[in-house]
Structure formats: structure tokens, C-alpha cells
């Protein structure tokens, strides 16, 4: 069996993450390709998409939100993801038993709660109108007043397929955005047969080369080595002996190929969808990148590999971009971080006066 070092796993993940090269492709196509994004807040994938599409512009995802070629709601892991339509249609049965499972987390919250009488009565409420999940739970309470309203609300986002309903503001969405029917808003219906083998062949071309265990870290679906077995895909060892499964064809670059230093924003799922996550951070910097509250903070990659943490404020009309690495820095990378730098802040806040990008501690 064909052995993969590190560098090789490390250049063939970025490859299908478009960060060996900015790819000229549409919004939706770059979505497609990635499977999704991880969206807990609106503007992480803009900043996601900034560091992987050619000349990408806010508009650009705006217009493909506004055309419903895009959606953003729960789906993988049971996290909010910006998916195409298309996916999110085709996907959801799949994902449907990770999302139920979730009402397990509920324990004695969700004592006297029936499920099934929550969807119907949520599913009647949201057709009228979309709301917030407060006033979803508000609406819900009036229906089951013995039921705490927080498994109500619980249970209406993890069970009925919804989208965030865009209000056109930057970003598409508010913080506290409203919901809607998913099939109501994209005008098809929902894919009825779960297609697990197909969403493992769509992960390993968006994630790949990988393993079952990081399958299921990424999608939170069990149990996923026999449908691996199942298909018709190459193996690898990698340096520490474990099978690595992939896709034919697959893009493999040379170890050797040279990339660029990229920002990613909070909660990129290139950090997320591996069980073994040094093919992009070494086990020493993860603390510093995933806190114990649950974040995931925005990092800047290095020859392929996070090197640091950044962060954007703007004050008086300055704009600054801070990088706090997490080694020494060389002069070389300073400055093409400092050019990248000064084109992410270019784009987030575009009305700014002057930007800057320092060095913290």
C-alpha cells in the first residue's frame, strides 16, 4: 500500500479546499465543492469564501443567497452550514438520525415533551409566517405550557428541516434571524432515501484522503466503515500506519507544491472534519484555537499549516488586522501575511480610512 506523508495528505486536503489556489468558480459551485460551511454566524463563510474563490465580492454570495441557490441552516454535526440547496434537499434524511439523537442532550429538560406533536404544531406555526426561535418557543409554549420552553425550541431546530429566512442586510442574516420551511423557500421537497454512500463520496472529494472515524467526526453519523467498504475507493497508509480511504482521481499535488498563506474565519471546517486534525494544526497549537467555551477561533495557515490567530477591529476609521502566530515569524511570511492581510481587511471593512496589520503576543 501505497504510503502518504504528511506534506502529501496536508497538500491534497488543501487542494479540494481550494487553498492551494483561489479556484474561478461560482459561489454555489464553491459551496458544492466543499460540501457546505460551517455558518454559526453570518459572515464567517463570506470570509471563508474570500480566501478560496477568485475575485470573490460580498455580493456575490448575496446574490446567490437571494437567488435560493444557497441556504443556511442545521444540517451536519447538527451546526448551522451554509449548503446549496441542492444538498440541503438531498442530504437532510441523510443526516436526520444525528439530528435526532440531539434531543438526547435535552435529559430532564424534555420531560413530558412528544416530539412528534411539537413538529406538527411547529410546522403549522412556521408555515404562516418566518420567525425567530424566540418567538417560535413563545408561539410553542402557549401549545405545551408544561414543556420547557427551551426543548421546544430545542426540538423544532434539530427535527423540522428550516432554512434562515435573509433579510438582505450585510451578511444576508441577522444575529438573531428568522426561520422558515426549507422546502417552502427552495420550492422542491425534500429528499426522502437516506444517501450515506454518496455523502461519504462527496466528503473524501471535499476532505480527502481520509478515514472512517473522520467521516463521522465531520458528518456526527456512526458507524461509517462498512459503507467505506462498500465502495469502490483507493487506499493509502499514512506516516503512522493508518488507512487512509479516497476517491479515484482524486487531486494528490506533490508534497513539495508551494501554497499561500491564507486566512480562514471562526469554525472553518478544515479544523473541524478530521478525528486527527495535524494535517493542518499540530496537536501543541490546538488548545489555542479550540476553547473550552466552544469556539473555534479565525486562524492564518503557513505553508499549508495554521501558524497563528487573527483578529479585525475597526476604530476612528482604522482598520487593523492583528496576528498573534504561534512561533517565530519570518521576514518573508511577515510580508505576505501582510499583504493578505491588508486585502482581508480591504474586504471586510471596505469604508475604512487607512488598514494596518500588527504583530500581538
Request: aromatic share 8%.
Amino acid at each position: 500500500m501505497v504510503v502518504m506523508s504528511g506534506r502529501a495528505v496536508n497538500r491534497a486536503t488543501l487542494a479540494r479546499q481550494l487553498l492551494v489556489e483561489r479556484a474561478d468558480v461560482s459561489v454555489a459551485a464553491a459551496v458544492e465543492q466543499l460540501v457546505g460551511m460551517q455558518g454559526q454566524e453570518a459572515k464567517h463563510p463570506y470570509v471563508g469564501l474570500w480566501s478560496r474563490v477568485a475575485g470573490f465580492a460580498e455580493g456575490d454570495l448575496d446574490r446567490a443567497v437571494e437567488a435560493r441557490e444557497v441556504v443556511r441552516g442545521t444540517l451536519f454535526r447538527g451546526t448551522l452550514h451554509l449548503v446549496t440547496a441542492a444538498d440541503f434537499l438531498r442530504f437532510r434524511a441523510t443526516v436526520a438520525p444525528v439530528l435526532e439523537a440531539g434531543l438526547r442532550l435535552l435529559k430532564e429538560r424534555a420531560e413530558g415533551m412528544e416530539p412528534a406533536k411539537v413538529v406538527a404544531a411547529a410546522e403549522r406555526i412556521l408555515a404562516k409566517e418566518p420567525l425567530t426561535f424566540t418567538e417560535v418557543r413563545d408561539a410553542l409554549q402557549k401549545e405545551f405550557p408544561a414543556v420547557n420552553e427551551r426543548a421546544l425550541g430545542f426540538c423544532t431546530r434539530m427535527l423540522v428541516p428550516l432554512v434562515m429566512y435573509p433579510t438582505g442586510g450585510r451578511w444576508s442574516w441577522p444575529a438573531n434571524a428568522r426561520f422558515t420551511p426549507a422546502e417552502e423557500w427552495i420550492g422542491k421537497k425534500l429528499h426522502r432515501k437516506e444517501e450515506q454512500a454518496e455523502l461519504v463520496t462527496r466528503y473524501l472529494q471535499a476532505f480527502g484522503p481520509a478515514t472512517p472515524a473522520d467521516f463521522q467526526t465531520w458528518s456526527g453519523l456512526p458507524k461509517a466503515k462498512p459503507v467505506f467498504d462498500s465502495l469502490d475507493l483507493e487506499t493509502f497508509t499514512d506516516d503512522n500506519g493508518k488507512t487512509l480511504y479516497d476517491v479515484p482521481d482524486a487531486p494528490r499535488p506533490d508534497p513539495g507544491t508551494p501554497v499561500p498563506v491564507r486566512f480562514l474565519p471562526e469554525f472553518d471546517n478544515l479544523l473541524l472534519a478530521h478525528a486527527k486534525r495535524e494535517r493542518i494544526i499540530a496537536d501543541e497549537h490546538r488548545p489555542a484555537v479550540f476553547t473550552k467555551n466552544l469556539r473555534v477561533k479565525a486562524t492564518y495557515t503557513v505553508d499549508g499549516y495554521v501558524a497563528g490567530l487573527w483578529t479585525a477591529e475597526k476604530k476612528r476609521g482604522v482598520a487593523t488586522l492583528t496576528l498573534t502566530p504561534f512561533g517565530r515569524l519570518l521576514k518573508r511570511n511577515k510580508g505576505d501575511l501582510e499583504r493578505e492581510g491588508t486585502a482581508l481587511l480591504g474586504f471586510l471593512e471596505p469604508d475604512a480610512k487607512s488598514y494596518e496589520v500588527v504583530t500581538g503576543s
